[in-house]
């Protein structure tokens, strides 16, 4: 449960973490609240030869209604998330989920963007994200480009983000006129979710249900065919892949999943405007 010896730079602006990750490459690891990266340097799982610490950009911690957007710094704390009003009105599925991420720890160190990089299929707001339909941006050494959400989650814990690239904003439509919802199992409640789903609108993510987060494309077929919410998340397992594991079967989750799927469409009727 220890990290292997690497060495530690802070970032006070983000042209110097952009000049740090180019001059060391792909032997670097970004660190902002640390949940996601920490972990896997005490397993041994990620062993970076220098750990750049992006924690304290505070301009990239914000949220602000620009047009028809909702903008959100990457380095906002879920806390800040769940208790902005900006996002209770206008973004109320992102609000409520934060808010049930881990415990207050967590939530006072987690940010949104270190949570969307790091690329966990069991994570909560990568699937809300996907719901959604976040467009995130990123900065590089060629200046910034956007990124739909729905091209990010490439593979396991990987993302199409380039590896001199930060994530340093994510956009989204105001939504507060949809029908929403979030529901996920979990053994205990600072636990990753066993399953978890994410409904705006036309919209269906899923949470731990395969490799990468993702939609669940055959309920949203499904929905726009006039389907009800019974009927529609009986094909919530559909091409998916989830984790066969002790703590919880594949087949296990694929039930949960369309038990859920039910719910957060039966519960996102009740909210549409």
Same mark, same amino acid.
């Given at each position: 449960?220890?990290?292997?010896?690497?060495?530690?730079?802070?970032?006070?602006?983000?042209?110097?973490?952009?000049?740090?990750?180019?001059?060391?490459? &792909?032997?670097?690891?970004?660190?902002?609240?640390?949940?996601?990266?920490?972990?896997?340097?005490?397993?041994?799982?990620?062993?970076?030869?220098?750990?750049?610490?992006?924690?304290? /950009? =505070?301009?990239?911690?914000?949220?602000?209604?620009?047009?028809? #957007?909702? =903008?959100?710094?990457?380095?906002?704390?879920?806390?800040?998330?769940?208790?902005? &009003?900006?996002?209770?009105?206008?973004?109320?599925? /992102?609000?409520?989920?934060?808010?049930?991420?881990?415990?207050?720890?967590?939530?006072?160190?987690?940010?949104?963007?270190?949570?969307?990089?790091?690329?966990?299929?069991?994570?909560?707001?990568? @699937?809300?994200?996907?719901?959604?339909?976040?467009?995130?941006?990123? #900065?590089?050494?060629?200046?910034?480009?956007?990124?739909?959400?729905? &091209?990010?989650?490439? &593979?396991?814990?990987?993302?199409?983000?380039?590896?001199?690239?930060?994530?340093?904003?994510?956009?989204?439509?105001?939504?507060?006129?949809?029908?929403?919802?979030?529901?996920?199992?979990?053994?205990? @409640?600072?636990?990753?979710?066993?399953?978890?789903?994410?409904?705006?609108?036309?919209?269906?993510?899923?949470?731990?249900?395969? *490799?990468?987060?993702?939609?669940?494309?055959?309920?949203? %077929?499904?929905?726009?065919?006039?389907?009800?919410?019974?009927?529609?998340?009986?094909?919530?397992?559909?091409?998916?892949?989830? *984790?066969?594991? *002790?703590?919880?079967?594949?087949?296990?989750?694929?039930?949960?999943?369309?038990?859920?799927?039910? =719910?957060? /469409? %039966?519960?996102?009727?009740? =909210?549409?405007?």
């Amino acid at each position: 449960m220890i990290p292997a010896a690497f060495t530690y730079k802070r970032a006070t602006t983000v042209d110097e973490a952009l000049n740090l990750l180019a001059e060391h490459g &792909d032997d670097a690891k970004l660190l902002a609240g640390g949940h996601s990266l920490l972990p896997l340097m005490k397993l041994r799982l990620a062993v970076p030869e220098v750990v750049i610490d992006v924690g304290g /950009l =505070r301009d990239l911690s914000y949220i602000r209604e620009e047009g028809s #957007q909702i =903008r959100i710094g990457a380095l906002t704390r879920h806390h800040d998330i769940e208790h902005s &009003d900006l996002l209770k009105r206008e973004t109320p599925l /992102l609000a409520h989920a934060a808010g049930t991420i881990g415990d207050p720890q967590v939530r006072h160190r987690g940010t949104i963007g270190g949570s969307l990089v790091h690329g966990d299929p069991a994570s909560d707001l990568p @699937a809300v994200a996907l719901a959604l339909d976040a467009v995130l941006v990123a #900065q590089g050494p060629s200046g910034t480009r956007e990124i739909a959400i729905t &091209d990010f989650f490439t &593979d396991f814990f990987e993302t199409s983000l380039g590896e001199d690239e930060l994530l340093v904003e994510i956009r989204i439509e105001k939504n507060s006129a949809q029908g929403w919802d979030f529901q996920k199992f979990t053994k205990r @409640a600072i636990d990753w979710a066993v399953v978890g789903v994410a409904v705006a609108g036309p919209r269906v993510a899923l949470v731990n249900m395969g *490799p990468t987060p993702m939609r669940a494309a055959g309920v949203e %077929e499904a929905l726009a065919s006039g389907a009800n919410p019974a009927e529609a998340a009986e094909r919530a397992a559909e091409n998916t892949s989830p *984790p066969d594991q *002790p703590t919880a079967s594949a087949d296990y989750r694929r039930h949960l999943a369309k038990v859920l799927v039910r =719910r957060a /469409l %039966e519960a996102a009727d009740t =909210r549409a405007g």
